[in-house]
């Protein structure tokens, strides 16, 4: 089998997750999503994970334009990622290249790129890891936020030449009046497309540049550490770790996300030369070491991996790393 998949961080999710509270008072705890998951910004999810939550959330809501419903929600500016700022640049031009760049750091598998056809300049997004009527959903989301990044420069009057949205018609006329212009639904990728002279005809003042980086190392590397999707064994540590937080991984439930047999992951897993149980204890105490970076307890490590007790705990971390979690947090402290 083959072990492909898209993440998309936990932080690039505040805002649609807020704008649905706020629109229709449902939480991440009516869709069974741990709070955990929640808490850790840059805590990596499956597409297939929020697709899912899509689902449930269009079923709860009964209204399959949900997107355009939360539009004010879904802006960059409204992202909670520290040391990032997508909109600070000093003009739309450069906005538009931070945005496109910076976002692979949180969403892996897609593509942002900008595109020029005579005078036309097409923003584009195109997501492969989106299937069905959740590419009508998914398309939404991002054009929503390009538009949104749009008219901070240009103006909350601005409206696109014309948008291309990669899934079947949700609601036309809303969709149309949101926008401000024709729709063209089931296309090839999601499209904003900008007359080139938006480029030079801001309605803000320009922003000043950071020109520091406020980001510590430990940041910075958590953004760089984004598994690409035939990143064979980046990915496996992900879908694992993200499995964590559902209680301790298993293989069925490991073998469930990736939308597979039991037998058929652990074919995969023996091709690349992986044992489930060492895969995982090696994971959890990964992360056990980066939680007591973070100055967290014994206790609060134990509860946030699914260990049932310490000793669970203490028994699996020193098969791993040959010593006790309390030995560890000893030598660290030390050195």
Known sequence: MKFNTSFIRSCYLHSFFLGIEQRYAITPHTLSIPQSLIDE??????????????????????????????????????????GINFLGGPDLAMSVRRINYAISSFHSGASYYVIQSGKIIKWCYRNPYAFDKQKSHDSLRVAIFIFNALRHFLGQDYQPLQIHISGPVTNKLET??????????????????IDTQALVMQSIQPQPEQKKLSLSIAELEQYLDMPQPHDTPKVLFEMVNYSRYYGLPSVDRVAELFNTSRQQLQRGLQKHGFNFNNLS??????????????????????????????QSFSKAFKRSRNSTPQQYLESIKSS
């Open 41 to 82: 910004p840059m805590s990596l999810i499956p597409f297939s994970e929020l697709s899912r939550w899509i689902e449930q959330i269009e079923v709860l809501t009964q209204d399959e334009n949900m997107m355009v419903k939360i539009a004010d929600y879904l802006c960059f500016s409204k992202l909670d990622i520290p």
């Open 176 to 193: 149309e009046a949101l926008f401000g212009c024709n729709v063209i639904w089931n296309a090839a990728q999601t499209e904003l497309w």
């Open 281 to 310: 204890g090696y994971i959890l105490s990964n992360q056990a070491i980066k939680y007591m970076l973070e100055n967290k307890s014994i206790e609060e490590i134990t509860s946030l991996l699914g260990y049932a007790n310490k």
